[in-house]
């Protein structure tokens, strides 16, 4: 009996419960609990390890049928397991701020409270024109060595909290910071790769507009937004505008090909070697 007990419990410190398995468990901790103890020592705190058991099976159970979407820009939801980013899980985002301010704006414009740690170079006024709310925004461009706890003391209270680690951080540590955020019911977004993540969100190829011959200036960026996650065979792609020129963020339609794009510059002439005339030394 100990060591059934003792193999669920390391199936749960170890994630590796699915609610259908979650159910068998269940019925076989109640069995577990009414078999007596064959043993020459009784085990007293069989019982009540299995109520413990049973309790943490309904919370994984109520999670996972609980589980939401928070909001998402549907050019980029559509790439995303489930349709877009869930409450409770942490996402890998390529190092573009950009891309990490479209993802915080749809969840900030819908009453969202958003955090940003350890990326002293997030610009709020580019924030801003993206459509987060400033006014429910938290920044914590220098967290130092206790980045990790300032995490996950932020999810605690945030909706949506953006973080990008210094250091790599222990199995167990990774291991915890998922557990509270599937309690707090709050979003990681992780730039750079990170253990555990549901999807690694990365642009490809990227293309300005608005320079003309030589003149103008930047009004339109057009890209390649890539998803790879676990549950996915391969990964899925679109071609976004990130922003067009009106600064809105929006798919790609293929006959927008046509306007005008990013002109190389022309080529400079090469100017003749000035003839170097020889200088007298005087003694």
Known sequence: MSQAIDTLEHMFEHEQVSPVSAQAFSANAEALSSEP??????????????????SRISQMQSRTLNTKLIP???AIGQLLPGGGLQQGSVYSIDKSTMLLMALLAPPSAAGSWCAVIGVPEF?????????????????????????????????????????????????????R?????????STLL???????????VSLGESRWHGIGAG?????????????TSKSAARPRSARLWLPDSSETVRAYNDHEGAKSGLTALPELTVLPELAVLPHRVSA
Do not use: N
């Open 215 to 227: 003149y103008g200036h930047l009004a339109a960026r057009e890209v390649t937004v890539t998803v």
């Open 72 to 74: 998402t820009h549907p």
């Open 37 to 54: 103890s064959g043993g020459a020592t009784p085990v007293r705190a069989a019982p009540e390890r299995v109520a413990e058991l049973q």
């Open 123 to 175: 610009g709020i006024e580019a924030a801003a024109r993206f459509g987060v709310d400033l006014e429910r925004l938290v920044l914590v461009p220098h967290p130092g060595d206790q980045w990790l706890a300032v995490t996950a003391a932020i999810a605690d209270v945030i909706d949506v909290v953006v973080a990008r680690p210094p250091t790599r951080a222990s199995d167990s540590a990774v291991a």
């Open 177 to 185: 910071l998922a557990s509270r955020l599937r309690q707090r019911k």
């Open 190 to 200: 992780m730039m750079g790769s990170w253990p555990q993540s549901e999807a690694m």
